[in-house]
């Protein structure tokens, strides 16, 4: 499994940095409009080096062994192991997700993350006291490039296939709906969505066909409702709660 998180890394580094060297030059919609462009065509090439990807018939990925097989090494004979690590796989991505929030909060409140925070706020500004405003897109293009390679190194094992579909624009488009929902203004705001949207989807598919709809109208109602998102909404109530107890 640690080498799949290497590769899965590196190779995701490799894609930002061609990309972002692209994408980096501009801003606001014609950012995304050309990052979603270079999304579809690897899309794209997924299906057409199918020799190489296996086109829709994806390909297969083996159960990895956790922690270079100590954990299942230590099991006895009577123990069905593949059971045992779907088991610990749980803890074991559970762990990986603390690390890494970890990390990333360390990321957001450095001076580059100050910077990052100057660059989203003003621009302009931020580039004339001396913030060097393409170079840190580009290394945060980068960093986004390396979290999203580990997410996927470890989401594919968890379902034993990987198809072209993972690169088509909806599924990236419900992690940008996941930051929107928690409000992408607050450090935790992402994470919070992320339960959010997957808990509404389970709820969804399980009630209704129209599952997609259903969805749909209560994301819309959400966003439209709060603006700052569940986290930001909640920030703002709490601050007002607070003023109202002091008067």
Not at 65 to 82: E, F, H, M, N, P
Not at 158 to 172: A, D, K
């Amino acid at each position: 499994m640690e080498a799949f998180i290497v590769a899965g890394v590196l190779a995701s580094l490799l894609v930002a940095a061609l990309i972002g060297a692209v994408c980096v030059r501009y801003t606001r919609i014609f950012f995304g409009i050309l990052a979603l462009a270079l999304s579809q065509v690897l899309w794209s090439l997924a299906f057409k080096l199918f020799w190489v990807t296996g086109g829709t018939d994806g390909l297969r990925v083996p159960t990895p062994t956790l922690l270079g097989g100590i954990i299942t090494d230590r099991l006895g004979a009577s123990v069905d192991k593949t059971a045992f690590l779907a088991h610990r796989y749980y803890y074991y991505v559970l762990a990986v997700f603390v690390v890494s929030t970890a990390v990333m909060w360390v990321i957001v409140h450095s001076p580059f993350g100050k910077a990052l925070q100057a660059i989203r706020d003003n621009e302009v500004r931020a580039e004339f006291v001396g913030v060097q405003v393409r170079r840190y897109r580009y290394v945060a293009f980068l960093v986004s490039g390396a979290f999203t390679g580990l997410a996927g190194a470890l989401w594919v094992p968890l379902n034993g296939l990987t198809t072209p579909e993972v690169l088509y624009w909806p599924f990236s488009g419900r992690i940008v709906f996941m930051a929107v929902l928690g409000g992408f203004r607050t450090f935790w705001g992402p994470i919070v969505g992320g339960f959010v949207y997957n808990y509404l989807e389970v709820w969804a598919v399980g009630t209704t066909v129209y599952w997609q709809l259903v969805l749909g109208v209560i994301l819309v109602g959400l966003v439209l409702a709060m603006p700052t998102g569940l986290v930001g909404t909640a920030g703002e109530l709490l601050a007002r709660w607070r003023r109202g107890a002091r008067s």
